[in-house]
């Protein structure tokens, strides 16, 4: 291995990138838990979004920052297909391009907080994400489910169905888990320094 492929090896794995990389994991196994032991953990606080977050925030590499996210979650998701029954099963593949497509665009998202991360411009980009994802994974579930009709009473009907699964879930979820992400980090930042200043980004 010649030199610029140890340097650029030592530029990845830094002790900045192995604790975004255990933040990640932590999400992905309370994502796990939450499925596989009901009623220990609340069901619908997921910390998908925020993970997708705090990635493009903090990822030095840009590549890294949304496919770390989305193969944490294809790797959970994977584990969670494998006790789904058909039926469930293939309404979940029809979704998955869906939620995928809305993780990276709140991982781009994420890139507006670069170098920028203020209480409240996260909680402004955490409302943001959880709405988006609100908005368009349900605008799909209209359009393809079959459950409403294709009409603007059915779009309607379908918003106003997944409202309370927005208003006591996904957004809530989102704030307190990017509140606990982004929080957990920059206490860690203060008291590690080799966590506070970023490689340079790819």
Do not use: H
Not at 104 to 117: D, M, P
């Amino acid at each position: 291995m010649n030199r610029s492929k140890i340097d650029s090896t030592s530029r990845l794995v830094t002790p900045r990138t192995l604790v975004l990389f255990a933040m990640v994991a932590f999400a992905v196994g309370y994502r796990l838990v939450v499925y596989f032991v009901p009623g220990l953990l609340p069901w619908n606080f997921t910390p998908v979004e925020a993970m997708a977050l705090f990635g493009g925030a903090y990822f030095a590499d840009r590549r890294l920052a949304i496919l770390i996210p989305l193969a944490a979650m294809a790797v959970a998701d994977g584990v969670i297909a494998l006790s789904l029954p058909a039926a469930q099963l293939r309404d979940w593949i029809t979704m998955a391009p869906i939620i995928y497509a809305c993780i990276a665009l709140t991982g781009f998202a994420g890139f507006a907080l670069r170098g920028r991360v203020k209480p409240l411009r996260v909680v402004v980009a955490a409302i943001a994400s959880a709405t988006g994802f609100f908005v368009i994974t349900n605008f799909f579930v209209w359009l393809g489910s079959g459950m409403y009709a294709t009409s603007l009473n059915g779009l309607v009907a379908c918003y106003v169905a997944a409202l309370p699964f927005y208003q006591y879930g996904s957004l809530p979820g989102t704030l307190l888990w990017s509140a606990v992400m982004f929080g957990t980090f920059a206490l860690l930042s203060r008291r590690y320094a080799v966590l506070a200043a970023a490689p340079q980004a790819a």
